[in-house]
């Protein structure tokens, strides 16, 4: 072997910055338990979710450390919520008008 | 490794372990040589699809009367679905991408294996545990599921068979492709020879690159899908059980959001098998070779948006019924795109129809008639008609069979002397393809007057009027027999006795027809530089080749 591209650096946010995360994710988790006793109507869904999208905003930036790579990453990623996204409504142009 | 003496390159990769065994089994089964983990799979895929085209013969033999013949109902059930799971989790899904795309990715783009060497024997240690989980699961004593390959609930969840440890194979089945997936791309973006731009880059390269996609993408879905099948059978979750708020057609969204681009794992890497093998025969470098790139991407996103064209007449609304088939109607423009353009390619080049080509005018013919019934099963009217019955048989076997299981030999005619350093004989390949073409429409397309007379499929018995057809696609299946017994026989003499092939007996000119056959542990004595489009065939007359 006489490549060697491992050398670029390694910043992210400390040890202290990741506990933080993993407090507000903890936190998040404890909304999430208690509102479900809470009838929200048809909002429960979309506050569910919305809880969901941002812990995992949290997970992919900072545990996943994608928030410090290359772009090409994000892209990928990108993509990737690009399709989800559109099988989540293709799936409820039969959920919701059947 | 560093410099090598001369005497150590002209090892090939037989002779050159990359662990501490020299020789013997234990020298291939923990290999990190794409080469070998490549023939690993051929070796084990090929061992399956054999005993699929055996379970499918042995149908055959059931409906060679109407009645009971040889085995009782449910026999036959679990013979279908063992067919099934076999040749589409075990031969099908993997069987391009994992042998083919395993020893010719990294060369075919001067590399000198992939990005994660140790990953890819993992991926098939995890192929061997999923395979030998799917083995037990047909000797434990409940005996062998009875679902056909797609699990559907209520049934999967209901059967007394041995659904369980089944659906967990197939679960780990999947991790391997993801992994195989995730190497090829990370290979793809990193290790491409200087000068190998993606433009530059053989279609075969392309296709595995939106294959790959697809196996990150998608086989996570069906991984989940199928864990909460087992989670609903032990606990009653209720997330598809309706008497607990479940809903059982969800369970076939989301199978289908996997197993429809499914598909396209399948299909796309045969296209690109033949993007490889027409401009070597047509000696003429291939038509619309952008086009041809990015109608892969294209089929494997379209291929996403489909999936509930499975689904017409399960109740799913008008609206998405109307959707859905609009979409899949969308699917035909990039597959027409890479037709279009073989044949162009074709079309006033100098046509040398040696036994890979014939494989692909073989692959042409049969996938068209895939292709183009399966405009007949997207449409809603007709779809409601023949849907779960032969036609919809006839219609993916065309597809699965004639057109990637045809290819699958295509390209093991094409490579074979370069992955084994040795010839088989043409006349008996020309002979096979032949008998192929025969036993194959003798099989199949039967079927087809069969579904649209009203044949349902899953059954192991039918009225007297189907007596004649069934009859021949009987003898058919005979026929295909034998023609596995030609191919596999010829190949494996000729793997041992077969004349010393050419470095380049075809002419190709991509990457790998520049080296060694069989190629050396590192395929390259220096990584190349390229200059030119992968098609140019100009370059021939500095290479080394047969006819020369
Ligand atoms: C000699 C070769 C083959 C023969 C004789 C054969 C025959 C059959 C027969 C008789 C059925 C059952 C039809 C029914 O009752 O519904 C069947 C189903 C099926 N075959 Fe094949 N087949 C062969 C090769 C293949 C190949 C190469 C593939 C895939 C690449 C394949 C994939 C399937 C699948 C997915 C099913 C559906 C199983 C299910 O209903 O769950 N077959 N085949």
Known sequence: MSQHDNNHEHHGIGYGGLTLVWLGLLALTSITVSIAGISLGEYTLFVAMGIACVKSILVVNYFMHIKFEEPIFKVFIGISLFTLVVIFILTYFDISFR | ?548
């Not at chain 2, 390959?149 to 049934?155: E, H, L, M, Q």
């Not at chain 2, 999936?307 to 088939?325: N, V």
């Open chain 2, 1 to 548: 490794m560093a410099n090598g003496t001369v005497a150590l390159e002209e090892k090939s990769f037989y002779e050159e372990s990359t662990n501490r065994w020299n020789k013997g089994i234990l020298a291939w089964i923990f290999s990190t040589d794409h080469k070998r983990i490549g023939l690993l799979y051929l070796y084990g895929i090929s061992a399956f699809f054999l005993v699929g085209v055996l379970a499918g013969i042995l149908m055959r033999l059931e409906l060679i009367a109407p009645g009971k013949d040889l085995f009782e109902p449910q026999f036959y059930n679990q013979l279908f679905t063992l067919h099934g799971v076999i040749m589409i989790f075990l031969f099908i899904i993997p069987g391009l991408p994992a042998i083919f795309g395993n020893f010719f990715l990294p060369i075919q783009i001067g590399a000198k294996d992939v990005a994660f060497p140790r990953l890819n024997l993992l991926s098939w240690w995890i192929y061997v545990v999923g395979a030998i989980m799917a083995l037990i699961s047909i000797v434990l004593p409940d005996g062998p599921l009875d679902t056909g390959w797609t699990f559907y609930v209520p049934y999967s969840v209901r059967s007394g068979t041995n659904i369980s440890l089944a659906i967990m194979a197939a679960f780990v089945l999947g991790f391997s492709s993801i992994l195989t997936g995730l190497n090829f791309i990370t290979t793809i973006h990193r290790m491409r020879a200087p000068g190998m731009t993606w433009f530059r880059m053989p279609l075969f390269g392309w296709s595995m690159y939106a294959t790959a996609w697809i196996q990150i993408i998608a086989t996570p879905v069906v991984g989940i899908t199928i864990l909460l099948v087992v989670l609903e059978r032990y606990f009653g979750i209720g997330i598809f059980d309706p008497t607990l708020g479940g809903d059982p057609i969800l369970f076939q969204h989301l199978f289908w959001i996997y197993s429809h681009p499914a598909v396209y794992i399948m299909i796309l890497p045969a296209m690109g098998v033949v993007s490889e093998i027409i401009p070597t025969f047509a000696r003429r470098t291939i038509f619309g070779y952008k086009a041809i790139a990015m109608s892969s991407l294209a089929i494997a996103f379209v291929g996403y948006l489909v999936w509930a064209h499975h689904m017409f007449t399960t109740g799913i609304s008008d609206t998405s019924r109307i959707i859905f088939s609009l979409l899949t109607f969308i699917v035909a423009l990039p597959s027409g795109v890479k037709v279009f353009n073989w044949v162009a390619t074709m079309y006033k080049g100098s046509i040398d129809p040696k036994p890979p080509f014939i494989w692909v005018m073989n692959f042409i013919f049969l996938f068209s008639i895939g292709g183009l019934t399966g405009l007949v099963l997207g449409s809603l009217a007709t779809d409601i008609h023949v849907h779960d019955t032969y036609f919809v048989v006839a219609h993916f076997h065309y597809v699965m069979f004639g057109g990637v299981g045809t290819i699958f030999f295509a390209a093991l005619y094409y490579w074979f002397p370069k992955m084994f350093g040795r010839m088989y004989n043409i006349k008996t390949a020309n002979i096979a393809a032949a008998l192929y073409f025969v036993a194959f429409n003798m099989l199949y397309f039967p079927k087809f007057i069969m579904g649209y007379m009203g044949m349902p499929r899953r059954y192991y018995d039918y009225l007297p009027e189907f007596e004649a057809m069934q009859q021949i696609s009987t003898v058919g299946s005979w026929l295909m027999g034998i023609t596995m017994i030609l191919i596999f026989g010829s190949l494996i003499y000729s793997m041992k006795k077969g004349k010393k092939a050419h470095k380049n007996p075809w002419g190709g000119v991509t990457l790998e027809w520049h080296i060694e056959s069989p190629p050396t542990l590192e395929n390259f004595h220096e990584i190349p530089t390229v200059k030119t489009e992968p098609y140019d065939f100009s370059q021939l007359k500095e290479m080394d080749y047969e006819s020369k």
